[in-house]
């Protein structure tokens, strides 16, 4: 079972910020929280990954809560192209483990 | 040029056939992986290979054999195909290290089993 929780779906509208949460409270010390979306009939794509502090990059900002439980994914300007499913999953950094995928949220990007 | 290409795209075939998915990758990555995604899109790891050793083997059928020839291809073949097997099967690879869980993926294979 996935270890994580995300709401079903999320509207946004064009050119606004995009705030997508995430529920990890079971989270482990040394488990990072990792992003990915997958965009309609293409492969998943990874976003953003973090362990404690904020991160950011050119595609999205992560903000995970002081006591890890919880992170939320911002997405500052969305446009349509972001219309996608954003899987929200922990895991550890080391070797290979393998990253158990839930259904994420679907968000869509209305003009 | 793509990073992890895999091939077919489209896979319609017949109950009891033999079928192969062929996936490459051009990242210079340790780590490859398939992935399928049902219906109900749950994506589940089934095989992951780390410099052609199998590490990861999710109590997927027999009937599905995965062959790594080299660390940049990871190719699955799919022996007596059956009717829950329809899906899409996902390629990816990741380095090693603290980076093992940043997947590059492929493109999909969707297979369709009549």
Redesign the interface.
Known sequence: DAKTTQPTSMDCAEGRAANLPCNHSTISGNEYVYWYRQIHSQGPQYIIHGLKNNETNEMASLIITEDRKSSTLILPHATLRDTAVYYCIVGDAGNNRKLIWGLGTSLAVNP | DTA?SQTPKYLVTQMGNDKSIKCEQNLGHD?MYWYKQDS??????MF?Y?NKEL??N?TVPNRFSPKSPDKAHLNLHINSLELGDSAVY?C?S?P?????????????SRLTVL
């Open positions: 992890v780590t109900k899109k749950f994506l589940k790891i992951s780390n590490i990861i999710e996902f990816a990741s090693t290290g603290a980076g093992a869980n940043v997947l590059t993926f492929g493109a999909g």
